[in-house]
Every structure is written in structure tokens, then in C-alpha cells.
């Protein structure tokens, strides 16, 4: 007799999400022709959290969804105790599907005596019972190495690159790269946009000051030529702005802002209402309110981005063939948030 069981049992998928977000998860429901396992979840009255599955897991594969936005420490506390109620019903797999990753941008120490949250984090999700994570865009690919699972690291650039394709005059678009980290993806790019010339913004941070930037200067041309400036995230908008005003002062046409992580904390939409962009292109991988939007701001839904992902690792198929871009029932025309 066999001590090994013939056959395999059928596999069930559920999504479910935590407070911050839950319209994100929604809509990549309906893009996977399912619903959102439905919760409960409060707070009790001293701040602490309860989060119970009204279904049962028990031997599902739980994607467990939740947008790392303010107030980011709550949300990520509602996501960690989400996944040990995962763990305790006996789901069979357990992923994190964070579309932002918070505490991503302290990936190594600057100086001494300082943490490196982007650890901590995985850590902590490890320790809360999950098998893998999803993402989109960290601010350092490296990163997915602090976790010993896999990390399926999703880049919103197939989506941005199909918008911005017809909004500008390719045979005068320069691509430039807020500073010497985001090289590597802005000639991506211009790679994928048939060849366009490169060019990046000489700047130095201040890492005693959150936020804080100087551009110097840019190497490559962008007199009278329009120009992309490719980002991971704007949170405050200074720094991208003052990259805006550098263009703009060595010539530039005009100037367009792409980014996935629409943060906008603080002062960001002031600033870049004031900032002289010709168009802020922005990903939904957090809520974007109608208070925060402009009239100049495109916001485009990470949903189906999202969807193909999870449906990819949950039908054990590569998660790579996205970077070419989504498949086709997971385009739609309706591609705004």
C-alpha cells in the first residue's frame, strides 16, 4: 500500500481584504469573476483590532489584500492579524498582496544606529504565517531578498507605457530620471518606447532630513523637448517638483510626471498644482481621494495588473510574462480609477 494519496484535491481561491482599501479589492474581484470573502472586522475601544472570516479557508489559498495607506501602522497591524486568523483556520497557502509597500523606502543603513524597516517588515509578515508577497514596484528590487519566500514583484510599467504611448510626440519625448537610483528603470523606458534619448537629474539627499532633495543639474539634453520624468512614488511632491523646475529651466517643452505610488502626503498636491506639469500620471496601488486630484491628474487602476497576479500564482503559472504585459482579459477600456 501506498503511503502517498492518489490525486489532487481541488483548489480553492479567496480574496479578502482588510479596512483601507476594500474598493481596490473589489475591483480585482470582478476581474477575477469572484467576490471578496466577506469579514468582520472592528476596533475596539482602546484601538486594538478584530478581524474574524464569516466563510471558512480551511485548505483555500488566501490572498490577503490591504493598501499600506494613512494611517499606515493601523492598516499594517490589520494586515498582519488578518493573516494569523488565515494561519489559525488552516488556509493552505497565505499570500500578502500589498499593493504599496510600506516602510519600503529604508532598505539600507545611511548612518550608524539606524533601522532598516524594509527587513522588518517582511519579517513580520513571515512571522505572522505568510508564504509569499506581492507588490508592486519597491522602491529597491533587492528588497524581495529579506523574505524567504517568494515575493512576486509586479511593476505597474506595462500599464503606465500604454498610457503615455499616445500622449506625446514620440520623436520628441526625452525620458528623464529624477536621479541616479531610477536610471536603470527609465531606460526600460525608453528602451520599450523604440529608443528615446535619456537623460537624469544630478541631485543629493539630505539623509538627516526627510523628504529632502537638491537638484544640481542634468546630464543629457531636454532643450525644447518633452519630457517624462519616471518615479516610484511622490509622497511630499518636493523633490519631484524641484525636478520639474530644473527642467523647466534648461529648456524643457514640457514636462509630464509618472509615478506608481500616488502618496501625496502633506503639501504634495499644492505643490504640484503650483509645480508647471504638464500631466501627473498616477497608479491607484493606494487611495487617491477626489480632494487630492487635479485637473492635470490621471489616476489608472492597478486592478487588473493586480488580478493577472494573483491568478497567475494561484494557477502555479509564471508571474514574469506580465512585464510584457497583461493578458488580454484582463485589458480594459475602462482603465482609470
Known amino acids: 500500500m501506498s503511503a502517498v494519496l492518489e490525486g489532487t484535491p481541488d483548489k480553492r481561491l479567496a480574496l479578502v481584504t482588510g479596512r483601507a482599501y476594500p474598493e481596490q479589492a473589489e475591483e480585482t474581484a470582478h476581474y477575477l469573476g469572484t467576490e471578496v470573502l466577506p469579514t468582520t472586522a472592528y476596533d475596539f475601544a482602546n484601538g486594538e ?21 494613512q494611517p499606515i501602522n493601523k492598516w499594517i497591524m490589520e494586515q498582519l492579524i488578518m493573516i494569523d486568523a488565515a494561519k489559525r483556520a488552516s488556509a493552505r497557502s497565505i499570500t500578502v498582496v500589498a499593493p504599496f509597500f510600506g516602510y519600503s523606502r529604508q532598505d539600507k543603513k545611511h548612518l550608524g544606529r539606524e533601522p532598516i524597516t524594509a527587513k522588518l517588515m517582511f519579517s513580520l509578515l513571515q512571522a505572522a504565517g505568510a508564504d509569499r508577497v506581492m507588490t508592486v514596484d519597491l522602491h529597491a528590487a533587492q528588497e524581495q531578498g529579506f523574505f524567504s519566500g517568494p515575493v512576486d514583484h509586479l511593476t505597474a510599467m506595462p500599464v503606465l507605457l500604454g498610457y503615455m504611448r499616445n500622449r506625446l510626440p514620440l520623436d520628441n519625448t526625452t525620458i528623464v530620471s529624477p536621479d541616479a537610483g531610477r536610471i536603470k528603470v527609465s531606460e526600460q523606458w525608453a528602451a520599450k518606447l523604440g529608443g528615446l534619448p535619456l537623460a537624469f537629474i544630478h541631485k543629493t539627499r539630505d539623509t538627516t532630513r526627510p523628504n529632502h532633495a537638491v537638484a544640481h543639474g542634468i546630464i543629457g539634453d531636454v532643450k525644447g523637448r518633452d519630457c517624462v520624468v519616471v518615479d516610484d512614488m511622490i509622497d511630499t511632491a518636493g523633490t519631484i517638483c524641484e525636478a520639474v523646475r530644473t527642467l523647466h529651466e534648461h529648456g524643457a517643452k514640457s514636462v509630464t510626471l509618472v509615478a506608481t505610488h500616488g502618496l501625496l502626503s ?66 480594459t477600456r475602462n482603465i482609470y480609477a
Do not use: C, W
Request: hydrophobic share 45%; no cysteine.
Open 266 to 331: 502633506g503639501p504634495a498636491v499644492e505643490r504640484l498644482r503650483d509645480s508647471g506639469a504638464k500631466e501627473i500620471v498616477l497608479m491607484d496601488t493606494v487611495p487617491i481621494p477626489e480632494e487630492k486630484r487635479l485637473p492635470n491628474m490621471t489616476v489608472l487602476s492597478t486592478a487588473p495588473l493586480l488580478a493577472a497576479g494573483i491568478r497567475s500564482v494561484f494557477e502555479s503559472r509564471s508571474v514574469s510574462n506580465l512585464l510584457n504585459g497583461l493578458p488580454e482579459d484582463m485589458r
Open 49 to 69: 483590532m478584530y478581524v474574524r472570516f464569516t466563510e471558512p479557508v480551511r485548505g483555500a489559498d488566501v490572498f490577503i489584500m490591504q493598501a499600506h495607506t
